[in-house]
């Protein structure tokens, strides 16, 4: 017997008969059950993250995949024929077919961290037309990530704020010890994100890490085929089989591991380029942080 | 015993590595230096302290050093090695590369030009795999060259760890027995202990990477101490002397030495049971697939049914403890790429499938309410049933009307004061986040304690590691 899904079920609707911010609505919807923040849930908009408690909905890690899941359920798509694009086939790219079921492959989800990310990658997959009205106010998964950083320093210098109030002597002074560091952690933080600029490089060397990382693997990729050829010319058909495997396994890797560009490409990019929506994000993080960094250095 | 023939080959190969030494070197040296752009940081000190000790010893001499690239062996001939001493026929080391990694790699020139290079640099095939007579007879004449070489006042190069480190760290306590071995069959040898490794090296790979920046620790101690009788008892000392190196390098770095991360599941939480039913083991496959690789599945299957629902949660636990592990180590996975992740629950690891790097795993909780998982990428030892690990770690039930980030953040801080005789209360620490990876600041300090923490419905837990 096939497994039943314990859910309710839900009319799936053509992406191509709604509206982005119907589609937004959907999506908040449908992850209500697994929010453990309600109050952030129940005013969740395009930028409100699934991850995290202090601004997301607090989605646990474990119920990740549901979240693509349940958008996957709630929609129909004309993207549904199969098209092999790597040789043996394990690859594939949804074209235009016959309306039916969505389906978000391996990876295409990597930063849909917000509602309106999960609509703009819907967009960017052809499931949905673009509209840029709609896209013109949603945050960045960069900017998510620079946003939800932001909110979490500004929380930790309020708790060691809040600390060092019921603290006297040598504690005390090793307490404000660690307060002066996470001040100086936040002015550094809030001077890095007043410049986009200056952001923007920094992402770019840990997208500089991950390529070094993909060039290593492209360089075992090569060894391993030199290896190969260099065994074609014996007769020792288990060694050849045994490189073989092991190409393919490195080609795999390979695969994976250009999918992991691609998230911190995509990053370094989006870093750069700040729309009128993610700079008054940042305008707000920084007010926040410069208030506490101002109450922090009265201490 | 080797053979007259074997004798005869083994000769012309020293005459002629020898002879070529000083072309061989600066081969070699310019290759690292202009085509790759490779630098040792301060390398006239590392090699002072090599020569000092080296200088004076007349004897064999066994290299013996950490391994995390297929290039090291050619990186540390030139940063211990001067210019001056290439002359010098005995400190020039006979190394024992597997056969098959260079061999037959390459087509008519890359091939004949790399088996050319591997003979001047005075290689002596080693076959690893392989147990019939053929394969056994190979890796015994392999030895008795090594000792041979040795018992002449020659130095042979040997990386203890027997391959690439593929969680990038030397466990100091997993000595392998080769090198011990070799040191009892030759007597009055000392050991030239070598760490060294780039500055962003984080996980073993080909090669380093272009500009990378070396440095190297080096220390000469004897290869066989009063009293050492078997080979496992002069491995496990010497071992000892190159975490020591590695403590030193960590010390010098940028790169974080402790990588720790936990993971808890609650298992009776309901969106937990939503799509693998705790009695059959039924799951939906679309589900399954977005978090297990085709190995896992194939292993979840095998289970029986009544356990499945307990053995996916261990596996995804697994995942999350390494994924944290991993990203305090520099090693990334996107939010969600779990199929990146593979556990083997046998042998208690997970590889990160892009870049191969293992992480050790262990279950401190399983007990049909939750399932808590440790993971150690470097900096100590996850422990087994019969050794103790180096993480310490608490799962707790989070206490009603309480936030569980914020219970298991308290609870850290608690039980790291708990831990440390030299730690007043936990209102001497404070929690920040540094690159989305949680620290621990003491003094003003950012400390390099692999702190981890996590919740899951009823329970949080949280993790550290000081070693």
């Given amino acids: 017997m096939a497994f039943k899904r314990k859910e309710t079920v839900i009319e799936a609707t053509d992406l191509a008969t709604i509206t982005a911010e119907e589609a937004e609505k959907r999506i908040i919807a449908g992850v209500r059950k697994y929010a453990t923040q309600e109050a952030n849930w129940s005013r969740a908009d395009a930028n409100t993250p699934f991850l995290g408690h202090i601004i997301g909905m607090g989605i646990e890690s474990s119920n990740l995949a549901d979240i693509t899941m349940s958008i996957e359920r709630q929609f129909l798509t004309r993207r549904t024929r199969r098209v092999p694009v790597s040789p043996d086939g394990s690859e594939v790219r949804l074209d235009e077919g016959e309306l039916g079921k969505l389906r978000i492959l391996d990876g295409q989800d990597a930063l849909a961290a917000t509602p309106g990310l999960a609509v703009k990658m819907l967009m960017d997959l052809g499931h949905m037309a673009p509209d840029p009205a709609y896209l013109g106010k949603v945050v960045s998964f960069a900017y998510i990530s620079v946003i939800g950083e932001g909110w979490k320093l500004n929380e930790a210098l309020r708790k060691a704020m809040g600390r060092l109030e019921k603290l006297s002597g040598p504690e005390r002074e090793e307490a404000l010890a660690n307060l002066r560091a996470l001040t100086a952690q936040a002015k550094s933080y809030e001077a890095l994100i007043a410049d986009a600029a200056a952001l923007a490089g920094q992402r770019r060397k840990s997208y500089e890490e991950e390529k070094a990382a993909h060039e290593a693997l492209e360089s075992e990729l090569s060894m391993a085929t030199a290896k190969l050829a260099g065994a074609a010319g014996g007769n020792d058909s288990a060694r050849i089989a045994s490189l073989r495997s092991e190409e393919a396994e490195i080609r795999t890797r390979l695969k994976m591991s250009a999918a992991k560009l691609r998230v911190s490409a995509e990053i370094a990019s989006q870093a750069g380029n700040r729309s009128a929506a993610e700079a008054a994000k940042v305008a707000e993080i920084r007010g926040l942080l410069q208030e506490t960094v101002r109450l922090a250095e009265s201490c | 015993m080797l053979t007259e023939t074997e004798l005869r080959r083994l000769r012309r190969q020293e005459f002629w590595s020898h002879l070529l030494a000083y072309p061989t070197y600066a081969f070699i040296v310019l290759l690292a230096r202009l085509k790759f752009r490779y630098r040792f940081q301060d390398l006239r000190r590392s090699r002072e302290e090599v020569w000092s000790k080296l200088e004076t010893h007349d004897g064999p001499v066994l290299w013996a050093a950490n391994h995390l690239t297929m290039i090291d062996s050619f990186l540390l001939f030139w940063a211990v090695v001067p210019w001056r001493r290439v002359a010098g026929s005995r400190w020039l080391p006979w190394s024992t590369p597997e056969f098959r990694n260079y061999h037959r790699t390459g087509g008519w020139l890359k091939g004949p030009a790399l088996r050319t290079l591997m003979y001047l640099c005075r290689a002596i095939p080693f076959l690893r795999e392989g147990d019939d007579a053929v394969a056994t007879r190979w890796r015994d004449a392999a030895f008795q060259k090594c000792v041979r070489i040795l018992r002449e006042g020659g130095s042979v190069f040997v990386y203890p760890e027997a391959g690439r480190s593929r969680s ?300």
């Avoid at chain 2, 000392?190 to 080096?218: D, I, M, N, S, W």
């Avoid at chain 2, 870049?355 to 049909?368: I, K, R, S």
């Avoid at chain 2, 993971?375 to 103790?388: C, F, K, N, Q």
Wanted: aromatic share 8%.
């Fill in chain 2, 168 to 467: 990038g760290w030397l466990d100091p306590n997993r000595p392998k027995d080769f090198l011990g071995r070799l040191a009892l069959a030759a007597p009055g040898a000392k050991f030239l202990c070598l760490y060294f490794r780039g500055e962003h090296q984080a996980f073993a790979t080909v090669a380093p990477r272009r500009r990378e920046v070396f440095r190297l620790y080096a220390d000469v101690v004897e290869a066989v101490e009063p009293g050492e009788t078997t080979p496992r008892s002069v491995s496990e000392r010497l071992f000892q002397v190159l975490g020591r190196l590695q403590e030193r390098w960590f010390a010098g770095s940028a790169l974080p030495k402790n990588c720790g991360g936990n993971d808890v599941v609650d298992l009776a939480s309901p969106l937990h049971r939503e799509r693998i039913d705790p009695e059959t083991g039924e799951a939906d496959p679309e589900w399954l697939e977005r978090h297990l690789t085709e190995k896992e599945r194939a292993y979840l299957e095998g289970q029986p049914p009544a356990l499945r629902y307990a053995v996916f949660w261990k596996l995804f636990a697994a995942k999350e403890a390494a994924h944290k592990a991993l990203a305090q180590g520099g090693v990334s996975t996107p939010i969600g790429a779990f199929p990146m992740l593979e556990v083997d629950l046998f042998r208690r690891k997970v590889v990160h499938r892009p870049t191969c790097t293992e992480v050790q795993v262990a279950f401190t909780d399983d007990d049909g309410e939750k399932v808590h998982c440790v993971a150690v990428l470097r900096g100590g030892s996850v422990g087994d049933e019969g050794t103790p690990g180096d993480v310490i770690w608490r799962v707790e039930k989070v206490p009603d009307g309480e936030a569980p980030g914020e219970f298991a953040r308290g609870m850290l801080l608690d039980l790291i004061a708990e831990s440390a005789d030299d730690i007043p209360s936990p209102a001497v620490l404070a929690l920040t986040e540094v690159d989305g990876i949680p620290r621990v600041l003491r003094g003003g300090r950012v400390r390099d304690w692999g702190v981890s923490l996590s919740h899951s419905g009823r329970f949080a837990a949280c993790s550290f590691m000081i070693s």
